[in-house]
């Protein structure tokens, strides 16, 4: 439990130490007037509380990744624990903050347009296809996994299709509907849920004091199947460290806020919040796979033993639906979001109900067919997941480069994203050369490969930096 305290206290004394010094470099005006302000239309641009805000970032980026990535990522060992820390505070909520507080400077800007910005013309063409891409694919698979959890709750005529059709039916009101309407109001409950159960368990790994992994027994590879920690340890564990979808969402907060000196507390906040929460799920599935061996692969299955066990009947219904709402308001805002970021490269505002349908209806069918794909084949939905994993972290690595190339622009202190950037390129690339549905190398070659991507855009960067200089 030494190590599992040091790493909870870590993150939270990140926040007030290196978040502070993420705003400093970025230089935070409180003056300056937001774009919930100057281009309010009521739909999705409009001044909310700031609390309300951050519940509702904390929601949008807290999908599956931070509990059920966790729970697979723990697998690994003590690792598991240093990356959710050291990610989340140097790489994933400096991701997030950064991007946030850029889309605040532009008028709440999606972040195709932002990376476009820095990365040149051609890249923001790329971003546009594959951010709405992933955002597609993030509403596909975060239906699956709460529809079969409400199933088990439910009597057994509501089954996982019954829950499917009854998800979408909310995506669509929540992606079309002003943004204080449905997210506004119900995003805070949700919150709550979801934080009275990290709060309940983490609560109960004090009582039980369970065994954990302490570093003094060494970083060595737990995973029973032998699966590198380098790198699909890197991309399992990717909301409760660094996430690109963060990125997405960041500007859906960005168009409410009241002033620049909140980016920190909700982009930043959000994101150790996050952290936090894997932490916990990482600590309590060590303990479940302790006694309960290795063998199991169904992070639902762990959740549901670990709620009922520690927190008991009542308890574990609601940690559940705390889990349940986590993919749901993920979901709703991986839609919204893509229809905000087909919205401005297609120019068309989005006062009117119709011009809303006429981005969304789309989206929608192509969602409805991966998730009629994944639930037809039996490995459809892993399929789907993986490919989700690594474009998500392809995702991250695109808007680090962006930022870093803001911040020499800027003339200020770019070796907090060039060093993020430079790791997690190692990690993507990796990945695609070593993983099954990449090109299945073995891990070695796949590594050398990765190193030398790696080399090859860190040469790019700087001669790009020397002729700017």
């Known amino acids: 439990m030494i190590t599992f305290s040091c ?17 400093r470099v970025f230089g935070v005006d409180p003056a300056r007037v937001t774009p919930a302000f100057t281009k309010q239309d009521g739909v999705d641009y409009m001044p909310l509380p700031t609390w309300k805000i951050f519940m509702i970032q904390f929601l949008n980026i807290a999908g599956l990744g931070p509990i059920f990535g966790a729970i697979m990522g723990a697998k690994f060992g003590v690792a598991s624990f240093l990356w959710i820390v050291l990610g989340s505070i140097f790489a994933g909520a400096t991701h997030d903050c950064l991007s946030g507080m850029l889309s605040l400077r532009y008028d709440g800007e999606s972040l195709p347009e932002l990376i476009g910005r820095y990365l040149g013309y051609n890249f923001k063409q790329f971003m546009r296809g594959f951010t709405v891409i992933l955002m597609i694919l993030v509403g596909a698979v975060f239906v699956a996994g709460p529809a079969g959890l409400l199933a088990k709750l439910t009597p057994e005529y509501l089954d996982a299709t019954f829950w499917i059709v009854v998800v979408f039916i909310y995506y669509i009101l929540a992606t079309l509907l002003p943004v204080d309407k449905i997210i506004g109001k119900i995003y805070p409950l949700f919150a709550i849920a979801l934080l009275f159960m990290a709060v309940g368990i983490l609560v109960m790994l004090f009582i039980n004091r369970p065994p954990l992994p302490e570093i003094t027994d060494g970083l060595g590879n737990m995973h029973p199947e032998g699966l590198p920690v380098f790198p699909i340890m890197f991309v399992s564990i990717a909301c409760g460290a660094i996430s690109g979808f963060h990125a997405t969402q960041s500007p859906l907060m960005a168009r409410c806020m009241k002033s620049e000196k909140y980016a920190r507390p909700v982009f930043y906040g959000a994101m150790i919040t996050e952290g936090i929460v894997a932490l916990i799920w990482a600590a309590a599935a060590t303990y479940f796979f302790h006694n309960n061996g290795m063998e199991e692969n169904n992070a639902a299955v762990v959740v549901d033993s670990i709620t009922k066990e520690w927190l008991g009947t009542v308890g574990g219904v609601l940690a559940i639906l705390g889990v349940i709402a986590a993919p749901i308001t993920s979901g709703d805002t991986a839609f919204r979001s893509a229809r905000l970021i087909v919205a401005d490269f297609l120019h ?18 192509i969602a409805m067919g991966i998730l009629l794909y994944s639930q037809k084949d039996k490995d459809g939905f ?9 474009s998500n972290q392809t995702l991250a690595v695109f808007t680090l480069w962006a930022l870093t190339v803001y911040l020499v ?4 202190l770019y070796v907090i994203t060039l060093i993020p950037a430079l790791f997690m390129t190692a990690v993507c690339s990796t990945y695609i ?3 099954p549905e990449g090109f299945g190398f073995s891990s070695g070659i796949s590594r050398l490969l ?3 991507v790696t080399l090859i855009v860190c040469g790019i960067f700087l001669g790009w930096k020397r002729r700017k200089i």
């Open 348 to 365: 068309m505002g989005q006062k009117t109900v119709a011009k809303r349908l006429m981005i969304c209806i789309p989206m929608f069918i």
């Open 382 to 390: 892993d399929m789907i997941w993986r490919y989700f994993a690594w």
């Open 450 to 452: 990765g190193l030398l």
């Open 409 to 412: 622009q800027a003339k200020k």
């Open 433 to 435: 050369f070593v993983a």
């Open 7 to 23: 790493c909870l206290i870590a993150l939270i004394v990140g926040y007030f130490t290196y978040g502070k010094f993420v705003e």
